[in-house]
């Protein structure tokens, strides 16, 4: 396990600041980033880089998100004590340890095989306990479901209509939808059964969403 020293606090920190400067006002969300290093969750070959704004490379062509994109998702869910988060896409396990350390309790699929293995290990390590699961993102979790808030963390064409049904009345679901050459990050909130108040909040660059696992 990497240690987490003075200077990749001191890091994390002006990252912490820049993001404020960016827009990030949810000072919980901030305050989880400052603390949580985000060192642990990059390939050792881009430690260095680990606190710029920028998204790195991990395993299976995939990324581990811009920390801007990471707290701007967060802060749309509003997360509360409590909150049952369904999150399409672990990857790295940065976004899920983020909702995890804000109160929620998550249930985290992964379609890569080598990333759930890796992230699932990291978390034993860390004593992160969030709920892992190697499968399809498309279907999400019936058996856990409803959830009061969901995150898809990769580019889909269209919400899969299964994640729609497993959200709560009332709860919210973050995604970015794919428009081409970039991604329109976009809120539904469940009215009732049929009914979803949708909200847009800008472009964003993510890898796509893919169906099946690997």
Known sequence: MQEDNFFQKGKRQQLVRLLAQEGISDKRVLEVMAELPRHFFVNTTYADHAYDNKPLPIDKNQTISQPY???FQTQLLSVEQGDKILEIGTGSGYQAAVLLKLGAKVYSIERHKVLFDNTKQLFDKLGLKVHLFYGDGFKG???FAPFDKIL??????????????????????????DNGKSQTMTSFKKINDTNFE???????????MLKGKE
């Open 198 to 208: 949708v909200k847009k909040h800008g472009q964003f660059s993510f890898v796509p």
């Open 152 to 177: 898809i963390t990769a580019a889909a064409p269209t919400v899969p209509d299964e994640l729609l049904k497993q959200l709560k009345v009332g709860g919210v679901l973050v995604v970015p939808i």
């Open 69 to 71: 994109t990471v707290a």
């Open 141 to 143: 979790q019936p058996l």
